[in-house]
């Protein structure tokens, strides 16, 4: 008997440790009735990301930005490696400070997307090692049309992809081995808005004669292009087409190659630049100017996608103010073949950009630029409202998820000139007002008090979890109720409305008191500047 108990308790022990030596699921992109989801630990996730400035990828300036990270409410800590950091000799590589990073952001609980700088930071080479950097012969660089040096490796050069790779590979072998069992880093930005400042090409006589050949036949082909030289098929952007072929050939060698060590999703981040596109509104619009040539910006995005398969999607970085821009890039960057990813943002519209990005257009992450930036422990001011959209969502992660692309999930956005937005559920419809009064006594005369902010900040989610239930998510605004147009119903009533947040998946009310409408006020739910997530379960008669 004593026996059989022995065996029967080492048998447990040897599953028991045989489960927990298992890896969590891989992070890993999937596209499922037509949208995207991302997966992190086999479940939906939505980054709520911030990116640190690009000096502050050191462990003792991290260990000081972790406070800032959690007023931040960041699930995931964007930060970059320097490939000059962890190669600064050929072939001897160092990665101290890396594993540091890495066990810390684990122990305070984020996860991480580790950001490449290697090849191309902004269109340069300044984080290379000073091995590259010295020697031009070897490590050519990219040539003006004038016929002098720029800051960019060539693209062109054999042997500046071999060192990029080799060093990239010997990162993500090294990651591998310390991050496997727990799955910290989700997910890797292949260099850092690549592409080529000062020139819209390399010049070089050996660049030269390849622009005079002809366009790949490949590639004139899925771009439906006319056989004939770089000129002949791609006319006024045949420089700037050209550098981008080579550039995302570059680039997809690397993701390859990391993805044959560790298979974490690939992306690279661009430079907005062309057609309007680019923020820099007091100069030509043009690559190798006001942004680096050759990367994937909207207009070389086919490009792209036809010839860097290894690179899992386009990750725009947009700073622009002008929310028509802002959207314009968003529905870009918005395609079959590509789920969004905001990696940079910044400055007042990111706050509500960010509700944008997840209902409208189903990002699978959002995060601003530069939240180390504040001194001590506390916020920057201008990244106070996106926390506090961070801080609102976060218990609803997992239903957000599940419900971006459905239909059930909208945004109602102030913008100037904008005091309300109507939106159209299954069975009710939904007037979303922006800063409304605060409700007066019955019988008064009161008004809307005077002086709106300057910035717009309105900013509403809301999730239809059945016809006759919504999950209210926002800032300042009222939301009122109405029996679709056309139905036989005329009119609503609120039968519960509840203020709470979610807690491993089950709803738990926060604040106390009655949760039915029993007054005058009609079907309508405030959210206060502060923000709040409401339950509300309504009826039509």
Do not use: C
């Amino acid at each position: 008997m004593r026996h059989r108990i022995v065996r029967s308790w080492l048998t447990l022990l040897f599953a028991t440790s045989l489960a927990l030596a298992q890896p969590k699921p891989i992070p890993q992109l999937v596209k499922k009735d037509g949208r995207f989801q991302f997966l992190v630990d086999g479940k939906p996730f939505l980054i709520l990301g911030g990116q640190v400035g690009n000096f502050s990828a050191f462990s003792d300036r991290m260990e000081r930005a972790w406070p800032t990270f959690r007023a931040m409410n960041l699930n995931t800590v964007e930060y970059p490696v320097y490939w000059n950091v962890i190669e600064p000799e050929e072939g001897k590589f160092d990665f101290t400070d890396f594993d540091r990073i890495l066990q810390g952001l684990r122990s305070q609980g984020f996860r991480a997307d580790v950001l490449w700088f290697a090849t191309w930071k902004n269109g340069a080479m300044d984080w290379t090692p000073n091995w590259v950097k010295s020697d031009p012969k070897r490590f050519p660089r990219v040539i003006d049309s004038g016929g002098k040096p720029t800051r960019s490796l060539s693209p062109m050069s054999k042997a500046n992809l071999d060192a990029d790779r080799k060093a990239y590979t010997a990162m993500m072998k090294h990651l591998r081995e310390i991050d496997e069992a727990d799955r910290t880093v989700i997910m890797v930005q292949v260099e850092n808005e690549p592409g080529s400042l000062a020139s819209v090409r390399d010049f070089s006589p050996e660049s030269n004669k390849l622009f005079s050949g002809p366009a790949p036949s490949h590639l004139v082909t899925a771009l439906k292009k006319k056989p004939g030289t770089w000129k002949e098929a791609f006319g006024r952007i045949a420089d700037e087409t050209f550098n981008a072929y080579y550039v995302s050939t570059y680039i997809n060698e690397v993701a390859k190659a990391g993805k044959q060590i560790y298979p974490l999703p690939a992306y690279v981040n661009v430079w907005n630049g062309g057609y309007g596109t680019n923020d820099n509104f007091e100069a030509f619009d043009r690559p190798g100017e006001t942004y680096p040539s050759g990367g994937a910006v909207s207009h070389m995005l086919d490009l792209w996608k036809a010839n860097a398969p290894a690179v899992d999607l386009i990750a725009s970085d947009i700073y622009h103010q002008n929310p028509i821009t802002y959207l314009r890039i968003l529905s870009d960057y918005t395609r079959p073949d590509n789920p969004l990813l905001v990696v940079e943002t910044g400055r007042g519209i990111a706050a509500r950009a960010f509700f944008y990005a997840v209902a409208d257009y189903s990002a699978i992450g959002f995060g601003p630029f530069g939240v180390d930036g504040a001194p001590g422990a506390g916020l920057r001011p201008d990244m106070a409202a996106i926390a506090a959209d961070f801080h609102v969502v976060q218990s609803a992660i997992p239903l957000i998820a599940e419900m971006q692309g459905t239909g059930k999930l909208k945004a109602a956005v102030e913008e100037t000139g904008t005091a309300a937005r109507n939106l159209i559920f299954s069975d009710f419809d939904v007037l979303v007002r922006f800063h409304p009064p605060a409700r007066q006594p019955a019988g008064s005369t009161g008004s809307a008090p005077a002086g709106a902010p300057a910035e717009p900040s309105g900013r509403v989610l809301i999730a239809e979890l059945r016809a006759d239930e919504f999950l209210v998510m926002g800032f300042d605004s009222s939301v009122e109720f109405r029996p679709a147009q056309g139905s036989d119903y005329t009119a609503a009533q609120l039968l519960s409305n509840e203020e709470g947040v979610f807690e491993n998946g089950t709803w738990k009310r926060t604040v106390p008191g009655i949760t039915a409408q029993g007054d005058y006020s009609g079907p309508t739910v405030r959210l206060s500047a502060q923000g709040a997530m409401i339950r509300v379960k309504l009826m039509r008669y």
